[in-house]
């Protein structure tokens, strides 16, 4: 599923969007600072703020996440499936340290304070025109 082509958009240059919506149907979308590859068909997800994304993804596993690529701006969408939460070990101090990096970078250091990496399957990748085409 992460292809070369997608690689580009999931090293924290560009910030990315996500869409989860609550069990009752309300949809909400927050901007994320890291889509961080776990393997081949799962994406950790930075969670540093967020209250309602987290909520809406342990009661409504579907999301969508938009991506770009910091070269050409081409969003990406993916659809994703909420898997765990992990606050601890070998993955979230790589997403702790890129996120540093990202915050350091962005003058945000006292801002982005990694708090859980939310684990996703990924189920599908489509480049948004792609996606407009069907």
Request: glycine share 4%.
């Amino acid at each position: 599923m992460i292809t070369e082509a997608l690689q580009p958009c999931l090293q924290g240059i560009v910030p990315s969007i996500m869409v989860t919506c609550s069990r009752g149907g309300v949809p909400n979308a927050t901007v994320v600072s890291q889509v961080y590859e776990v393997d081949s068909t799962h994406v950790a997800i930075s969670n540093q703020f967020f209250g309602k994304t987290h909520k809406n993804s342990v009661e409504n596993p579907n999301a969508l996440l938009q991506v770009l690529n910091p070269e050409n701006l081409e969003p990406w969408i993916l659809e994703i499936y909420y898997q765990r939460t992990e606050t601890e070990g070998e993955l979230f101090e790589a997403m702790e340290m890129q996120l540093e990096a990202i915050a350091s970078m962005s003058g945000m250091s006292d801002v982005f304070k990694l708090k859980a990496a939310d684990i996703f399957e990924i189920r599908s990748v489509r480049k948004l025109t792609e996606a407009k085409e069907q």
